[in-house]
């Protein structure tokens, strides 16, 4: 009889940063372990999460390794419809999804000899199903090292406090990280009361008893939140389990067809002269903050390209919804606007391809969101960030970003919570002309120095990728 052919099942969560950087994992395995088979199974998301079929089709007509499996669509309860946030039916969905992974498992496993699942750190819940099936299951963990010691240590936080954190109002201490205030916490975790509050607590308490966790970051990017994990801090009434940073994971180049018109423009700009303004698969702005954002652009006097999107529905609460048209540029931008800029400024509309744009010689600067996906492909690219977290994590993020690694700048609101056109311009001078924008830069080069080694043979990326294939192995 045949042997029968290995295989990794990867488990990620619908929304396109969560998808994209799980197939990025399957291709750096293939990279040590050719022969593998990759299976990821997909899902249906339940609100506007950014299209990945054209990327999907792009990783399946090029790498043959691997295989995508559509789960069934499910469906939700009508109760379920009206909740507030994108992540109380995201986990509704991963709830109700598990009789299809278990199913889609038995099928994949009818052909090969399934090492682990891999799940990412929202689809915890799955864990039950890869132990009845025998089936080694490891957490994926798509954000940073920081970001996961502060969900290892939330079981801890939970248990001293009957608070919530929007009631703490104070400083919070996270092994491993600076101290935060506690509105800097992402925002479904700041009532203990919300049901996305009780599944990402639920996804802490699981995760420790994976056989081992998978972070998309390096170890010289996060030395200090690493180290607080490894010597058992963030889970002090417990065991952590093995943990192996594999990144920087990111999308080499996300092209897709002919060339982007903005490339075509920043050839024809000098070296380091243009400030990126982009804010991920999601981020939208409000019309009042697109105004002062181009008043800040204008009035700064340096060179921009800036990626323009329609602002919030009242459906889409503040997340952005790609079904909607291209944005119009004469409605939405200060009169005279683009017309006053033309000679040094590119306004494109809904999406530009981030990777090539950061890795462009004449790019200086990045206004980000703090996407964790966003800052890995600005660091590879070696471009120095102005932090503007919008959602989920990207508070912690940018506390990471420009207090400890110290490769970006912080973009402050004011109290109405817009950020004001004086504050978008004494940034971008401030990192483009200043000294402290000079230390900014050239930090971010070291890091970007770093990043590469890591993936490197023989760096700690390539390393800890090696430790986890063996690990499975012997299981």
Known sequence: MAMKKEAIVLYPTAAIGHLVSMVELGKFILTHQPSLSIHILTTVAPYDAGSTARYI????????????????AVTLPPSIH???NHETLTFEVLRLNNPNVHQALLSISKGYTIHALILDFFCSQA????????????????????????????????NTTNKSFKELNTHLNFPGLPPMPSWDIPPPLLDRDDPAYKSFLNCSVLTPKTAGIIINTFEALEPTSLKA?????????????????????IVANNQTGGEHECLNWLDSQPSKSVVFLCFGSLGVFSKEQLKQIADGLERSGHRFLWVVRNPPSEESKNLADSSQNDPDLDSLLPEGFLARTKERGFVVKTWAPQVAVLNHEAVGGFVTHCGWNSTLEAVCGGVPMIAWPLYAEQRL???VLVEEVKIGLWMHESESGLVMANEVEERVRELMESEKGELVRNRVMAVKAEAKAALLEGGSS?????????SWKKK
């Open 57 to 72: 089709s792009g990783v399946s007509g090029t790498v043959p390794s691997i295989t995508f499996h559509s789960l069934p």
């Open 82 to 84: 009206s909740t507030a």
């Open 127 to 158: 864990i039950s199903v890869a132990s009845q099936l025998n089936i080694p299951a490891y957490c994926y963990f798509t954000s940073g090292a920081a970001c996961f010691a502060m969900f290892m240590y939330l079981p801890t936080i939970h």
């Open 229 to 249: 994990l490894s010597d058992g801090s963030c889970i002090p009434d417990g065991t952590t389990p093995p943990f192996y940073c594999i990144g920087p994971l």
């Open 397 to 399: 993020n940018r506390v």
């Open 462 to 470: 390539s390393v800890a990728l090696r430790k986890l294939v063996q």
